[in-house]
């Protein structure tokens, strides 16, 4: 398992913005895919966003394209997820997820963002 820290959560009015981080320690994060999941309250946890291990390529959900922008530098072994234009509906826990193997993963302990209207 590989430890990850996320960090940046907070609350926000609707329309503005917030940067998480998704760091850790271990030599090995360039070669990890890493995603960010959340989950509302009363939801199932869902995906948010993904990089590859190089970062060329990316995947949205829908109801965060255009607004969410997931980025990695893999000198400082950490992965950002930057949010503008926060909607209510984007209130919720945020997860970072590591990639270990095909079908090993490893998650933070995740980040409140609460978005007021």
């Known amino acids: 398992q590989v430890q990850l820290v996320e960090s940046g959560g907070g609350l926000v009015q609707a329309g503005g913005s917030l940067r998480l981080s998704c760091a850790t320690s271990?030599?090995?994060?360039?070669?990890?895919?890493m995603s960010w999941f959340r989950r509302a309250p009363g939801k199932e946890r869902e995906f948010v966003a993904s990089?590859?291990?190089?970062?060329?390529?990316?995947d949205y959900a829908d109801s965060v394209k255009g607004r969410f922008t997931i980025s990695r530098d893999n000198t400082k072994n950490t992965v950002y997820l930057q949010m503008n234009n926060l909607k209510p509906e984007d209130t919720a826990v945020y997860y970072c997820?590591?990639?270990?193997?095909?079908?090993?993963?490893?998650w933070g302990q995740g980040t409140q963002v609460t978005v007021s209207s």
């Open positions: 990089i590859s291990w190089s970062g060329s390529r990316t």
């Open positions: 271990v030599r090995t994060f360039g070669s990890y895919d």
């Open positions: 997820r590591a990639r270990l193997t095909l079908i090993d993963y490893s």
